[in-house]
């Protein structure tokens, strides 16, 4: 089975930082894009970030500058470093890729930011 696990979730202050991580087993990680989704209560799952397999990455505009992704291949880990952390950032946060054709989803880690 591929597996996708989240962790790192939490409840931050406004202002505050959180690193999520993202470990996938069952195959090597190695050659595979991922990215980085949420979705908040009441709002449609948006894509925040994502990572190529030669790790370049891209963002949303809305954590341009403030999010960081990364890989590290050799321990099947992928990142999500949040700093400069918004109210409006609260959401659960997925990790995903594509394996053969189907989409891998994690089960998600609460991320609460508060006023």
């Known amino acids: 089975q591929v597996q996708l696990v989240e962790s790192g979730g939490g409840l931050v202050q406004a202002g505050g930082s959180l690193r999520l991580s993202c470990e996938f087993s069952?195959?090597?990680?190695?050659?595979?894009?991922m990215r980085w989704y949420r979705q908040a209560p009441g709002k449609k799952r948006e894509l925040v970030a994502s990572?190529?397999?030669?790790?370049?990455?891209d963002y949303v505009d809305s954590v341009r500058g403030r999010f960081s992704v990364s890989r590290d291949n050799a321990r099947n880990m992928v990142y999500l470093q949040m700093n400069s952390l918004k109210f409006e950032d609260t959401a659960v946060y997925y990790c995903?890729?594509?394996?053969?054709?189907?989409?891998?989803w994690g089960q998600g880690t609460q991320v609460t930011v508060s006023l």
């Open positions: 990572i190529t397999p030669g790790a370049t990455s």
């Open positions: 995903a890729t594509v394996y053969s054709g189907n989409w891998i």
């Open positions: 069952g195959i090597p990680l190695k050659l595979h894009g």
